[in-house]
């Protein structure tokens, strides 16, 4: 039978006998909530939000939640706007308005919902209007300057692991928390793909230059990082991971966490791994110990090695591939702190 004969003989959709079309619509379901469970549980928990987010609008707005338009995104836009970052409950008090940050998430979250939960066929430019009226208003906001949300995570840097490198204490928690600060900062990392390492993906070079750190789990794709030898010993992320191994006894269970937690009083080191959340209070704990003019969070280090890798004069493609950014992404480009344009400025050799 030749191709164009076997291609007609495929009844088209809806053309199979009402069982087959059921057990077709079941698969398709069963194939949508499987990739769904594949993505990271902070990515499901994020779209999850920002579909609620829709939910109460379209409750509000009396419309089904299947009316994803050009002209329902530009009424959600300006209904966020006038919402609080968290939804109000009993007994607690309305927390600040929502960040444009979080708006423009919730618009892709919304989008991606309606695509993959609802089957609905939506154009690529559907959301443009609403990220104009968006992009608007954040423009009209910092002309009042008026503050919405936390803001961006502050930059961790060089001389702040070296304040808390000097603070942490000469104790199992002290090695451990050194090597995922360093380890943290080496790979440009997020929270989850600290949390989700394992012994085994973090190998000795066969050359003995350093580390390669196999990122399994990531919000956007797995990636390979090498790490190599700092020059500061006390800030080295090798000699720091070597270290923590060594004290916690990890060779021994090569599928275990990388990052275990740690006995509150014992300091034993338990099974189970830290959490992404946990990964970030770390952060914010060692960093209020040191007494940092920043609050770090669980992104200040990605954001720092940004930071110091353009100061350091490196392309920007290494950055990128170091924190699996896209080519070119503008994301990254915005890590920069602001007082990196004291090394690139149009005033050197003028004034």
């Not at 619509?25 to 990739?35: I, S």
């Not at 797995?222 to 020059?231: H, N």
């Not at 170091?322 to 920069?336: D, I, L, N, T």
Request: include cysteine; glycine fraction near 8%; aromatic fraction near 6%.
């Amino acid at each position: 039978m030749s191709t164009t004969t076997r291609q007609l003989a495929v009844p088209a959709p809806g053309r199979f006998d009402a069982a087959t079309e059921d057990r077709l619509d079941r698969l398709d379901r069963e194939a949508t909530r499987h990739v769904e469970d594949a993505r990271p549980e902070k990515t499901r928990d994020g779209y999850a939000a920002d579909w609620n987010a829709w939910l109460r609008f379209c409750a509000e707005a009396d419309l089904p939640p299947a009316a994803v338009r050009s002209g329902t995104l530009v009424a959600f836009v300006e209904w966020c706007w006038h919402q609080p970052a968290r939804p109000p409950q009993p007994g607690r008090p309305p927390g600040p308005l929502t960040a444009p940050s979080t708006i423009d998430r919730r618009l892709s979250g919304v989008v991606v919902t309606a695509r993959r939960q609802l089957k609905l066929q939506l154009q690529e430019d559907i959301a443009e209007e609403a990220r104009a009226l968006l992009k608007a208003k954040t423009k009209a906001m910092a002309k009042t300057e008026e503050r919405r949300g936390r803001g961006p995570a502050p930059a961790l840097l060089v001389r702040h692991m070296e304040k808390i490198a000097a603070s942490l204490p000469a104790t199992r928690f002290g090695v451990r928390d050194l090597s995922l600060m360093t380890m943290h900062f080496a790979i440009a990392g997020r929270e989850h793909e600290l949390a989700w390492l394992r012994v085994r993906d973090i190998a000795e070079d066969a050359e003995g230059r350093g580390l390669i750190v196999d990122v399994r789990v990531s919000k956007v794709a797995p990636r390979v990082v090498e790490v190599p030898y700092g020059s500061r010993a006390h800030l080295c992320p090798v000699r720091a991971w070597r270290r923590w191994k060594e004290e916690a006894g990890l060779d021994g269970d090569p599928d275990g966490f990388a990052y275990r937690r740690l006995h509150n009083r014992w300091q034993t080191v338990l099974q189970g791994g830290l959490d992404p959340e946990t990964v970030g209070d770390i952060l914010t704990r060692i960093g209020a110990r040191a007494a940092l003019d920043i609050r770090p969070t669980g992104h200040s280090p990605r954001r720092g090695l940004v930071t110091e890798s353009a100061r350091a004069g490196n392309p920007d493609a290494v950055a990128e591939r170091q924190g699996g950014w896209a080519k070119g992404s503008k994301v990254m480009r915005g890590y920069r702190e602001a007082d990196d344009g004291f090394k690139e400025n149009a005033l050197h050799g003028v004034l």
